[in-house]
């Protein structure tokens, strides 16, 4: 699986947007990028991924480069409970295997 | 749905003990793995199931057994505790173990303390 490169944290003012960027310059063609949380040591929670087209849910929006190799995850209005370490992983269909780096901790102040 | 469940949410050991980390997931998925986190740093895959009576090793396995006789159940044993298995241990599970958009859903996680 491709490896991942994500700011070691982050400040957003609640109510903004909360922007994380990753880079993934060696991503293949049919790996996805994946996009989890873990909020103080609970258990990572699942936030997006996508393949090649930019993806929207409940949660979030995964922006993703027309060459892919970088993505850039979007929290529309941050709260003070979307204060976490976010994981960009990138990952392939050769089995089930998550690899999480250290992330991106997003501080969200008031 | 419950999602993935984990028992118990806190244990302390002495070393030598043995114990048995519990979880369970009710989404009839065939993947289910095993996490430990140490402090400041990310997951690393101990022991994985591709569906039952089929287990396998990950990247940090000794130290720990585990087995999987149903689809819904995948513990993990400590067969004599060490000080360095003090960590956080995250169960997940996902529908297959094949597709790259499978997502991997995670437990809440146990807190291990080995004295």
């Known amino acids: ?110 | 749905n419950a999602g993935v469940t984990q028992t118990p949410k806190f244990q302390v050991l002495k070393t030598g003990q043995s114990m048995t980390l519990q979880c369970a997931q009710d989404m009839n998925h065939e993947y289910m793995s095993w996490y430990r986190q140490d402090p400041g740093m990310g997951l690393r895959l101990i022991h994985y199931s591709v569906g039952a009576g089929i287990t396998d090793q990950g990247e940090v396995p000794n130290g720990y057994n585990v087995s999987r006789s149903t689809t819904e159940d995948f513990p993990l044993r400590l067969l004599s505790a060490a000080p360095s298995q003090t960590s956080v241990y995250f169960c997940a599970s996902s529908k297959t173990s094949g597709r790259a958009s499978d997502t991997q859903y995670f437990g809440p996680g146990t807190r291990l303390t080995v004295l």
């Open chain 1, 1 to 110: 699986d491709a490896k991942t490169t994500q700011p070691p944290s982050m400040d957003c003012a609640e109510g903004r947007a909360a922007n994380l960027p990753c880079n993934h310059s060696t991503i293949s063609g049919n790996e996805y990028v994946y996009w989890y949380r873990q909020i103080h040591s609970q258990g990572p929670q699942y936030i997006i991924h996508g393949l090649k087209n930019n993806e929207t849910n409940e949660m979030a929006s995964l922006i993703i480069t027309e060459d892919r190799k970088s993505s850039t995850l979007i929290l529309p209005h941050a709260t003070l409970r979307d204060t976490a370490v976010y994981y960009c992983i990138v990952r392939g269909t050769h089995g089930n295997k998550l690899v999480f780096g250290a992330g991106t901790i997003l501080r969200v102040k008031s």
